[in-house]
């Protein structure tokens, strides 16, 4: 319409809205983004890509920025710390401490932008062997000999994370590494935990799910359960192997006179170490002369020479099923065990003995002693036992012999007041018949009028040999039991188990160095000479102490292989359900077998009580069976 006025509309200014400021800072050893949404000048709160508000200390602030957008930052500035090269960039630093922001305008040649400053922290932050931390955004570059040393050890380690993972595949693979073979025992039984091989033996069998034994086994390096039960004690006993270095050859200076005697042994037929024999003679005057004689083996084995350091570390010959090791070379037991057939060196005791059996005298002294004979137990007890010694007929080539030595051995058991025939004494005693796999177990009972012959007269020597040596004020090592277990000392002091004054371990040189120590001591004290050992010596101290722990230590070891034997046995015999008398409680020996177990089913049973054990779940790795009430036999 003419004259109408129009009105204008209204026009807005339309600002672009501003970027919102960011922050990049280090919380907790690591770096965050975050957008301001407050800042209070000690303190901001922000929020994270993710949404999360918090609040920060301003100091923890490193950079502020508005670009590059937030959300993608960090992996941003990742890529480009990846992109920078650490070495060059530690060339780019002096000596002295610096910040971030001084060192990003020298590596990138202008003031570096958020991005770039970013990614310089980060590569600092991540290289610790480069750069040590000082502060905040402070960095101080490594001394160049620290730093040589320090990326050798990662080196090293990368080699070493190589190595242990080429054993794991070889181990798993069933081979082993050609670096165990040496190490094989160790890794078994004191292994290094530290060691590269280990942790791969370690992580073999965690991923195979086997014991190191068994995966040794897997690699054929480990033959059987006996390899290593034996291995486990040569590694702890004998580290430098069992066998002998040579040795200067024996050599006996005496001139022996010879025994006018025919002796003879009595031992088990696997016994090649022959210490002790016997005679019987005949006087003119009626009476009858016991000789008891011993192998002298210290007449050859001098204190400190060669031979003596090797028996001295040994201590004792070690016993088990099979086989043994013996405390003397080879050599050693040929030239003085008391062999058939040859004139023996041996430390002689002789009782005369009246017509009522009465010791009216005894005499010591060395010898050469002619061995008519070396008599073994499965003969002799056919032909010397209860029933023949009734009779009055022991039909064998000494019989007279025999039947003299069974009065002698009477009086003197009856002297020390043992009884007759006491539970231990008549409980079975088990040897073992190795051939290759198989084992045949034997029982013999013991206290036979064989055993009594030789233990009675070898406890009627050592005793009288010790109140020889104790009266005599010559330092000695005895076996004493008094008002509790038997221990060793060098006082002499009563044996009650025994039921002797004293008791001084002689009758074995040629298997126990405590018994070549005290026959030292005997044959000086028969020559006249200055004792070897003399009182208060610090190295016969030591020498039983060690004697002691060695002793020990070889009784249970061949302990453990008998009882992996029997293991054997019952695998071998398919024995699975066997009879057994109980001890007490849930505890259980078995009639055919010198085993003990628990059995946890077994309720009620008296000592004594027979009963039938079934046996399950044999493990000769650990040397354990389990065994479980079958039924129960007759009471007695």
């Known amino acids: 319409m003419a004259g109408a006025v129009i009105s204008a509309a209204p026009v807005f200014l339309v600002r672009p809205r501003p970027f919102p400021m960011n922050v990049f800072y280090e919380e907790e050893g690591g770096f965050k983004v975050g957008a301001i949404l407050a800042d209070n000048d000690t303190s901001l709160q922000v929020e994270a890509p993710h949404g999360k508000r918090s609040k920060i200390k301003a100091p923890a602030v490193l950079l502020r920025f508005t670009e590059p957008p937030l959300g993608a930052f960090i992996e941003s500035a990742q890529r480009a710390a990846e992109a920078i090269n650490v070495d ?35 590569k600092l932050h991540g290289a ?42 070889e181990l798993t693979a069933g081979r082993l590494p050609e670096e165990f073979q040496p190490l094989v025992s160790k890794l078994l039984f004191a292994p290094d935990k530290s060691s590269v091989e280990w942790k791969a033996l370690d992580t073999a069998c965690a991923e195979l799910r086997l014991t190191p034994a068994r995966l040794f086994v897997k690699c054929g390096t480990l033959a059987s359960p006996h390899d290593f039960h034996l291995n486990r004690f040569l590694f702890e006993y004998f580290p430098h192997g069992a066998g002998f270095e040579e040795l200067p050859a024996i050599e006996i200076c005496a001139e022996l006179p010879r025994a006018d005697v025919k002796a003879f042994s009595i031992d088990d037929v696997t016994t090649t170490e022959i210490d002790d024999a016997f005679s019987v003679t005949q006087l003119a005057n009626g009476n009858a002369q016991i000789g008891i004689h011993i192998a002298a083996p210290a007449l050859g084995v001098a204190v400190g020479s060669p031979l003596d350091a090797v028996v001295r570390a040994r201590l004792s010959t070690v016993y088990f099923p099979g086989t043994k090791i013996t405390m003397l070379p080879e050599p050693a037991i040929a030239a003085f065990s008391l062999a058939a057939g040859c004139e023996c060196p041996a ?30 137990h499965g003969e002799l007890d056919e032909a010397f036992n209860t029933d023949t010694i009734a009779a009055g007929e022991i039909a064998h080539e000494y019989g007279a012999e025999l039947r003299q030595l069974w009065r002698f051995a009477e009086r003197l058991r009856d002297a020390r007041g043992a009884a007759e025939a006491d539970g231990e004494a008549q409980r079975a005693e088990y040897n073992f018949y190795v051939d290759g796999e198989r084992v045949r177990i034997v029982e013999r009972m013991r206290g036979t009028p064989v055993d009594t012959v030789v233990s009675e007269l070898m406890i009627f020597a050592n005793a009288e040999w010790g109140r020889q040596l ?27 188990g025994l039921g002797v004054a004293q008791y001084a371990w002689a009758s074995s040189p040629l298997r126990r160095y405590v018994d070549l120590i005290n026959q030292r001591q005997l044959l000086a004290l028969l020559a006249g000479e200055p004792a070897p050992y003399q009182p208060g010596d610090e190295s016969l101290l030591i020498a039983l102490r060690d004697f002691e722990l060695a002793y020990d230590g070889y009784a249970g ?29 849930n505890l259980v020996r078995f009639n ?45």
């Open 88 to 122: 060059f960039l530690w060339q780019c630093c002096g000596p002295d401490e610096f910040g971030f922001d001084v060192l990003g305008r020298e590596y990138f040649g202008h003031a570096p932008g958020a991005l770039e400053s970013a990614a310089l922290l980060l």
């Open 128 to 169: 610790p062997m480069y750069f040590y931390k000082r502060g905040k955004g402070s960095y101080k570059a490594a001394p160049a000999d620290a730093l040589k040393a320090a990326l050798a050890s990662v080196e090293k380690k990368r080699l070493l994370s190589e190595l242990k993972q080429r054993y794991v595949d």
């Open 347 to 376: 430390l002689s005791l002789y009782a005369e003995l009246a017509a009522d059996g009465t010791v009216v005298a005894t005499r010591s002294r060395c010898e050469r002693v002619p061995v008519a004979a070396n008599l073994r």
């Open 470 to 496: 104790a009266e005599a004020g010559n330092v000695a090592i005895y076996r004493t039991q008094t008002g509790g277990g038997a221990r060793m000392t060098t006082i002499p002091a009563p044996h009650e």
């Open 557 to 585: 070891f061949q302990r453990n292989m008998e009882r992996y034997w029997c293991l054997r046995w019952i695998e071998q015999e398919g024995a699975y359900t066997l009879d057994a008398t109980v001890i007490r409680d």
């Open 592 to 636: 055919r077998l010198p085993l003990v177990i628990r059995v946890l089913s077994l309720r009620n049973a008296a000592a004594g009580d027979q009963v039938r054990i079934a046996v399950s779940r044999l493990d000769p790795w650990e040397l354990t069976l389990h065994g479980e009430l079958d039924g129960k036999a007759s009471a007695h």
